[in-house]
């Protein structure tokens, strides 16, 4: 068992599903055993898979605005939704897309916009990597992230994000 520094369990991306079709109940509903999502604050990346369900770390407890203007003194923070497929070579990041945010954990308030959330979650899980707006900080922490989680699936990934990244 993989132990972090604080000495609970590490977390890692969603394995990626087996299942092929599905029918029934729910047909035709996103799939999202493939997807997880990456919370990048200041120079730190680390995986949160709450933010699935916007409650990861930094969101909770926060009321969130549409108006960035009620957020002077945020935090520029950034949740990073990440595809995994499989191919027959083995596991790659398939789809990865950042979504900004800001943060002010001492007012208790943030702004996001939900929609380019939901819409760029759809972009990762579509194998679209959509990493504008990550200043170069912010992008190193991403790769060396997913290049430390692991770096056979890094190898694997499409030479369009290893661009996006460096």
Known sequence: MDVNQDGGKKLSLNVVSGKKNHRGFGAGMIDLSNLSSVIIDGEEAYIDVGALHAKSKIEKGIK???NKEEVPNGR???IVWVAVDRTEEGAHYAGVTAC???IDTEQKKGWKILVDHVN???S???RRYLLDGLNDTERAALKKLLMEHN???WERSPEELKEKLD
Request: one cysteine or more; charged letters at 35%.
């Open 64 to 66: 969130f605005s549409p």
């Open 76 to 78: 520029r923070c950034w």
């Open 100 to 102: 900004e945010m800001l």
């Open 120 to 122: 760029r979650m759809e």
């Open 124 to 126: 990762a899980l579509k």
């Open 151 to 153: 770096e056979q699936w």
